[in-house]
């Protein structure tokens, strides 16, 4: 089994103790992975918070492995993010098995550009990410885990949020200025608050099988339509740390769960998909049926729901937690800049509308791929069949083969935050995007690009001579809301915060000609740009991205 | 695009292929029949590319109901 995971103990509450009403800016509900990424975010931006969850361990059934790019760049703004990826499995190639053909009829590459400091994805045990997670949640000041301390009841007023909090050695309540919902795709907060959570629940049953075994398949996502050895249905391999292996098995809708996971029966399948003369070992092994799922509305005055609780998809695409922790990057600096009286309290609409624009978006996506996965009608499946015979020969079939689009970041272009340009710019980032990386050097030592902005506004201004920062960009630092510029150059000249472009990639992809100025938001997305540095326009689109009254 | 275009003769000696399509399909069971026709619209659509054509073609044949 899992090797043994480790039980964070119950400590007794303050509460408990005494009449005096503790209240802190906000309280996470949910130590999942996006409730721990929330109270670290939140720590970074100097808020205190309490996240509180019901049970005393770490995640460990089948659950997320696939950790995408973007969701590794947050995490590492979190501190946690070379962790993993030094522990998890690289990977970047996908390939497409369909019958009896020995070749893929298909293969795609994750990570269009090179020399970015994580790659398109990584394979990791959600337990690891989470015991990160806990780690880092330890070293900081602002944020802390209270285990076995189960939400029974939240409400709400005009001045912040009550929970009834129950442990082991009694109950308590505790109030907020916030509540940030992390606690699940069942959310109790949810259910208690009376939010709807409308979708699909696909008809359906997947086998997952977590094995531990010696084997020499590379470190690529394979996929099979139809394979000899689970006939009709479709079936995934996928490689982790520590020699497990992910397997997963469509079973269709009429099944005998039991039957299905007595271990003979499992190692069965795993046989014939493997061979038989090879020794494994069971890591874990489940059946799910998957939904696709969202609320209408993500921010309901004092309380936020973030993560699947706000929004579930189907596992094909990896859109699970890669969009929670993107809900994460989104709402921290927001919710700051509120309890800091900074922004107006509206600045959530725009948590609301651009993260339901996302969710919509990786639910199409999932909700496609299943479809083409588990055809709902006899049409379907004949056109899904049609496709993948084609694909073998004509190139243009291939690209309507759907085993799950993985997960890449939302773009937010439509997000009223930006700031439109009116200069022209080749680069693929626009106002929405996040962030790309690129390797750059600071004194002297090798660095990315992604590690220098974040946390707060940052201007980046690439230098036309010599390590000198526009006029008026010093000024910019000392405002309300500061911004700090970082000037990039391609030559080897002393300034402080300067970035040394050695390699030019990071004015080839955001087409940084000299003079041109990037204002990115705290979360790394692309909040406006220039041709030419004009404090008073950056002003004017910090005041935008923060929904300032003029 | 407009209704006209799509409905211009563009197929010299239309006998003969349409003599030909149902070919295709001689001694095929009605599943065989279907995936035939699947490939053939793939391999047509691909051949367009032209997605406001295809919409439109799609909305050429849209029938308002299952028995419409
Ligand atoms: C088979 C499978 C494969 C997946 N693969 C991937 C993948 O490859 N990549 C990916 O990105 N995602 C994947 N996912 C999805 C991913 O696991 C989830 O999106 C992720 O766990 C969501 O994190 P969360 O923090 O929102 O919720 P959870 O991880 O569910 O955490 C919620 C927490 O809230 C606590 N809680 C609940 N109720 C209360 C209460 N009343 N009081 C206090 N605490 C409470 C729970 O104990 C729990 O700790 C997969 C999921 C499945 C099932």
Known sequence: MRGVRQIYPFTRPPELDTDKRTRVPVIIVGAGPIGMAMGLDLDLQGIPNIILDDDNKVSIGSRAICWAKRALEVVDRLGCGERMLDKGVTWNLGKVFFGDRKDPVYGFNMLEEEEQQFPGFINLQQYYAEEYLIDEIDKRELTSIRWENEVTAVSQGDEGATLSV??????YQIDCDYVVA?????????KMLGFDFGGETFQDHFLIADIKMKAEFPAERWFWFDPPFNRGQSALLHKQPDDVWRLDFQLGWDIDREEELKSEKVSERIHAMLGDDFEFDFEWVSIYTFQCRRMDRFVHDRIIFTGDAAHLVSPFGARGANSGLQDVDNLGWK???ILQGKAPARLLESYNDERIAAAKENILNSTRATDFITPKSEVSRIFRDATLELADEFEFARRFVNSGRLSIPTILDDSTLNTEDHDSFDSKLVPGSPAIDAPVKINGKESWFLKSIGNNFTGVYFARQGANAPEGAAQLEHDDIPVNTLVVSDMD????GL?????????QRLDGQPGTYYLFRPDQHVVARWREFDSQAVRDAVARATMQAH | MSQNTLSNPRIDDPDDFYASLIALHNG???EQSQSLNSKLILLMANHIGDRAVLDEMLSAVETDSPQG
């Open chain 1, 499 to 507: 970035l040394l472009d050695h390699k030019g990639l990071l004015k």
């Open chain 1, 335 to 337: 919710l700051a800049l």
């Open chain 1, 182 to 190: 992390a606690d699940g795709a069942r959310s109790p907060l949810r």
């Open chain 2, 28 to 30: 095929l069971t009605t």
């Open chain 1, 166 to 171: 129950s442990t082991p050695e009694g109950k």
């Open chain 1, 493 to 496: 000249v002393a300034g402080s």
